[in-house]
């Protein structure tokens, strides 16, 4: 098992990483938010360690999306909507990432994935994390992929409220996000794999509807 220091600087390079991703989903220069970004990084840190320490990353998928748009909203200054727009766009991926890494790193074991999700190998699984976000972050950032129409100053520029049905779908998504990750712990395989099939289609119809609210610029 690692020790805080291995958690601190994991999690500080995967935070700063996935932030930036929150912003190139929106073709935002990773460049220009560099303050904002460094002062984000330290809580969501501090928040995910402290987690790791206490052996309550049954409680991550909870804590980490509320803090993740807490940073945005109070932090970059985004609008509430859009922040928590932000974060759903990309948490439920690294969900699925953690949890299908750690499927292969138990060598397919699904009985083993929670122990070493809490006990074992952070370095190895938060190393392929980083690697495959980084990637992500280059191809959005190298073919100008991702939405516009979450302005890169929305203190200059006139507020134009989303739709009820991505409203209703982000607060869902939202709320069943915490639950997966939660279910993975706690509750029968069956029950979760539902859980993830539920999100998974929330997450196509909120992709297709910021494609929808896209269209409208």
């Not at 060598?107 to 495959?132: A, C, K, N, P």
């Not at 006139?158 to 607060?171: G, I």
């Amino acid at each position: 098992m690692e020790g805080p220091l291995v958690f601190t600087i994991v999690y500080l390079i995967i935070w700063s990483i996935v932030l930036s991703l929150g912003l190139a989903l929106f073709r935002m220069r990773v460049s220009a938010y560099t303050a904002p970004l460094m002062i984000s990084v330290i809580p969501m840190t501090l928040l995910s360690v402290i987690l790791q320490l206490l052996n309550s990353a049954y409680l991550t998928s909870i804590i980490q999306p509320v803090g993740a748009v807490l940073c945005y909203g109070l932090i970059f200054r985004f609008r509430w909507w859009h922040s928590i727009l932000m974060v759903i766009l990309y948490y439920p991926i690294n969900i699925f990432l953690e949890v299908f890494y750690n499927f292969l790193m138990t060598r397919y074991q699904w009985d083993r994935v929670v122990y070493h999700m809490v006990e074992e190998d952070l370095f190895s699984v938060g190393g392929l994390l980083i690697l495959t976000n980084l990637l992500i972050l280059w191809i959005l950032q190298y073919f100008r992929l991702g939405f516009t129409f979450i302005p890169a100053n929305p203190s200059l520029v006139r507020f134009r409220s989303m739709s009820d049905q991505m409203l209703a779908f982000l607060l869902a998504a939202f709320c069943i996000t915490g639950i997966a990750g939660f279910a993975i712990f706690f509750l029968h395989t069956a029950v979760m794999i539902l859980i993830v099939i539920v999100l998974v289609i929330l997450w196509l119809l909120i992709v297709r509807l910021a494609y929808r609210e896209e269209s409208r610029d």
